[in-house]
């Protein structure tokens, strides 16, 4: 019986059978626990794919009478015939998994890797495949600093993290994009932290203002509404923040030590009104050992050693005065001598005295006392507490004929003035 004109021919018809098994070829599926010689073909694929379409001489490759079989000193340099240099495992790989009846090897070549390869990735990773696979194999490569150009670089413990943590279906090649916050993978971390109580406090989010990704523990939290330093760096949080309150915790110093500041009596904080800017005294190293500047009356001398209640009689502090004679005035009127109250010296202490001792008193004599003048007060003020104005001729008095015989021809000679010093600066 003759075929009906429409029946196509036998050959083609086999040949399209042949192409089913190509495609999970063209996949990479391997036939596994089997050797397959370079250029030769795995039984358990089935039939030889055909190839008619070779423009070549079959006795290139074939061993004449056994079309199955490969010449063994078959031979082929694809680059220097081709102009395609084959790298990697392409070297290795059979001439029919690219050179086949499928189609023209151009055309799925001029599609790069997807030519022959499927996109397990559903194309959410792009088109390029040698971004993170090479020709060697297929394992990735380089996916740390692959990653760290993506809008989440994976740094401390994420990089160590398998892929499929973030992205359901990573096993499987599906990179479906994942969330870039901390809470939406670390839901169970944050709920179950009690030590502060997170979900209490409101911290629900924006985790990297306490925690890296180095660790959870160990918050590196910057208290930059109320730098912690000196003994506040070893503060527990819920020394400050009572009950897990951290909303509205006050900043002040005694709006934590206010009972601390209460409890003083040496001296008397309440009493002297000292409840408030503990820090003008006390630094956050130790409420003890106040380091009060006196800046409004300088402690030097013996000041700085006098304990405050010498000065802040019965613990008053507001309106002390601030002067010498408003201290010692019972000293200014104790001492003879000289006598200070019945010489009507004034009261600005510090022209004669410093705050080292009162004794030694350096008084600026306007009469150089140089010389034979270098005597006791008393020498020339003879009368008791009368320390008026001297001149050279109050205790120097000669007679005017002898003055004017010893010094004649003196130019500006005056025998009424003090003058003299100037030629009898040591009193000689």
């Known amino acids: 019986m003759s075929r009906p004109a429409f029946e196509p021919p036998a050959r083609p018809r086999r040949r399209a059978a042949w192409l089913l098994l190509l ?19 795995a039984k358990g694929r089935g039939p030889v794919i055909p190839h008619d379409t070779f423009p070549a001489d079959c006795k290139l490759c074939h061993v004449g009478g056994s079309w199955d079989r490969i010449r063994d000193d078959f031979t082929f340099d694809h680059g220097a ?19 086949n009846d499928k189609g023209p090897v151009a055309k799925f ?21 040698d971004t993170c696979h090479n020709e060697t194999d297929w394992r990735p490569k380089e996916q740390i600093a692959q990653h760290a150009r993506t809008r989440f670089p994976l740094i401390g413990a994420h990089a160590g993290v398998g892929c499929y ?53 160990g918050s590196a939290f910057v208290h930059t509404t109320f730098p912690l330093t000196g003994s506040h760096t070893q503060t527990a949080c819920t020394k400050c923040h ?5 909303k509205g915790t006050n900043r002040t110093c005694e709006g934590c030590h206010l009972p601390a500041a209460q409890a003083v009596t040496d001296p008397d904080h309440v009493g002297a009104g000292w409840t408030s800017t503990c820090e003008r005294c006390h630094s956050t190293i130790s409420f003890k050992g106040a380091n009060f500047v006196h800046d409004f009356f300088p402690l030097t001398g013996a ?40 010489a009507s010296y ?13 004794k030694g008193a350096v008084f600026n004599h306007r009469f150089p006392r140089t010389g034979n003048h270098n005597v006791g007060c008393a020498v020339c003020h003879t009368t008791p507490n009368n320390y008026a104005v001297y001149n050279c001729l ?17 130019s500006g000679y005056s025998y009424t003035s003090t003058a003299c010093v100037r030629c009898h600066p040591n009193g000689r």
């Open 81 to 99: 015939r081709t102009g395609v240099e084959l790298r990697g495992a392409h070297r290795a790989a059979e001439c029919l998994r690219c050179h």
């Open 242 to 246: 009572i009950g897990g309150v951290y």
């Open 394 to 410: 109050t205790c120097h008095e000669h007679r005017q004929a002898k003055m004017d015989d010893v010094h004649k021809g003196r």
């Open 346 to 358: 004034p009261t600005t202490c510090e022209s004669c005295h410093s705050t080292t001792t009162w």
């Open 23 to 41: 495609l999970p070829l063209a996949c990479g599926i391997l036939v596994p626990n089997e050797r397959v010689p370079p250029q030769g073909w």
């Open 303 to 342: 000041h700085a050693s006098q304990a405050c209640t010498k000065c802040h009689i019965g613990g008053v502090y507001k309106g002390t005065p601030t002067t010498c004679v408003g201290c010692h005035l019972a000293n200014y009127n104790a001492t003879t001598s000289p006598n200070h109250a019945a």
């Open 165 to 217: 943590a973030c992205h359901a279906g990573a096993q499987v090649g599906n990179f479906k994009r994942a969330s870039v916050r901390c809470e939406d993978c670390h839901t169970a971390d944050l709920a179950r932290t009690q030590s502060p109580n997170h979900v209490t406090a409101g911290w629900t989010r924006n985790c990297q203002q306490c925690h890296v990704p180095i660790a959870w523990k």
């Open 109 to 129: 070549a001029s599609k790069g890797c997807a030519g022959c390869h499927e996109d397990w990735h559903r194309r959410q990773l792009g088109a390029r495949c």
